[in-house]
């Protein structure tokens, strides 16, 4: 079998798209909202992480226009090089001030943020522990790094962290990374036990706080601002594409770390900056988010309302306190056919399949914005609970041709 036979063999995809259960790549015929247009009908929003819901606002729009009209539509370079604007200079600047750290430096998108920070600081020497639910992009960045060792502990398992981190040489340089808020279970790590161990162990501490801020801590600072753990943390990274309403990402830490990482990141040195009307727009939500950190309550209000809905009408969750709210639906199938009934009658949601989740635990992930009204979470209450009482155990077969 050469290359090209592998990729021809492989039809899952096509197998679910004539079982009409292919769940991927619906075209959003509206911006991102509370309620979006897909295949010509209004929908409700469960499936966004445009949390703090600015990427419609006329704010941000207008500043991206504004950038546009400056510096026009790209920068033509990286960072390192010709592509660093006044705009750019000015985002790490309010992004350090925000986080409480001593510098900032932006990145292209989240993804290229953790391949850049992780790639840079771990050297032949570190060895690297990550939480077992940690996004792929820490994953992917850990394998693509120098790194002596990488190794998984069990999710937020401190017992299984300390174990690990017992064996490995006292003299060595290590890297603890964690998400903040995990983007499948919508859980909290636990912080605290994270930082004693940390310093038990001499080692390093990374948050990738994605989807954490915005959602939690003063003003919406994240999982370090929550536990009150700030200057704990050694390296803060999150995105511009959830509550910043752009696209990029950052990474907040002290001035040695930010150097080291502004002359050694590959991804930073190496790739084109963040486009003007990006960075502009990212830059403008941070000012929204610090002038109403009431959104922050807001969204949580929400999440909370539509929480105990779906539990008060026995709809099986993943408790927890954060804007992400999973639904079990166990069968792969299964939810994938439950998915595809939701956004008929009117709900988008993610269906969440192994490998992110264990077999046999599948879930529909759904998230919140801090616009969304208590109507639309009434109705979508209903239709969910609806679809799920007529799917019952139904498992649809899926059968390759």
Do not use: W
């Amino acid at each position: 079998m050469n290359l090209l036979d592998v990729f021809e063999s492989y039809t899952f995809p096509q197998d679910l798209m004539k079982q009409g259960l292919y769940p991927y790549f619906h075209a959003l015929e509206s911006g991102q909202d509370t309620e979006v247009i897909i295949d010509g009908h209004p929908t409700i929003m469960l499936g966004s992480n445009n949390y703090l819901g600015l990427t419609s606002d006329k704010r941000t729009i207008a500043a991206a226009h504004e950038a546009l009209d400056k510096f026009g539509t790209g920068c033509s370079g990286s960072r390192f090089l010709n592509g660093t604007l006044t705009l750019h200079l000015e985002l790490e600047r309010e992004l350090a001030e925000f986080f409480h750290k001593d510098e900032a430096i932006t990145f292209s998108t989240g993804f290229q943020t953790n391949l850049g920070i992780v790639s840079a600081v771990a050297t032949r020497h570190t060895y690297i522990l990550h939480d077992s639910e940690n996004h792929a992009s820490l994953l992917d960045a850990s394998r693509l790094s120098f790194a002596k060792r990488v190794y998984k502990y069990e999710h937020n398992n401190m017992e299984d962290l300390e174990d690990k981190l017992s064996r490995i040489p006292e003299d060595a340089e290590i890297l603890i990374i964690t998400d903040g808020v995990f983007s499948m279970s919508g859980d909290l790590a636990n912080l605290p036990e994270l930082v004693r161990l940390k310093k038990k162990y001499n080692a390093l501490l990374m948050v990738d706080d994605a989807h954490g801020v915005g959602m939690i801590g003063d003003c919406g600072r994240g999982t370090a601002s929550h536990f009150d753990l700030e200057d704990d943390v050694d390296i803060i990274m999150t995105t511009f594409s959830k509550s910043f309403a752009s696209l990029g990402g950052c990474m907040a830490a002290n001035k040695a770390i930010a150097n080291y990482v502004r002359h050694h990141s590959r991804p930073f040195i190496f790739s084109a900056s963040i486009p003007p009307s990006n960075a502009a727009a990212a830059l403008e939500a941070l000012r929204i988010l610090r002038s109403s950190p009431e959104r922050v309550q807001a969204l949580i209000d929400i999440a909370s309302y539509m929480r105990d809905k779906l539990r008060a009408n026995n709809v099986p969750i993943i408790e927890g306190s954060t804007a992400v709210i999973p639904i079990f639906t166990y069968d792969p199938h299964r939810t994938l056919y439950i998915a595809k009934r939701l956004l008929e009658e009117g709900v988008y949601v993610n269906p969440v399949l192994p490998p992110a989740v264990p077999e046999n635990m599948c879930l529909l992930r759904t998230s919140y914005t801090a616009t969304h009204t208590k109507e639309q979470m009434d109705r979508a209450c209903d239709i969910i609970v609806r679809v799920l009482n007529e799917v019952g155990d139904y498992k649809p077969e899926v059968v390759a041709e």
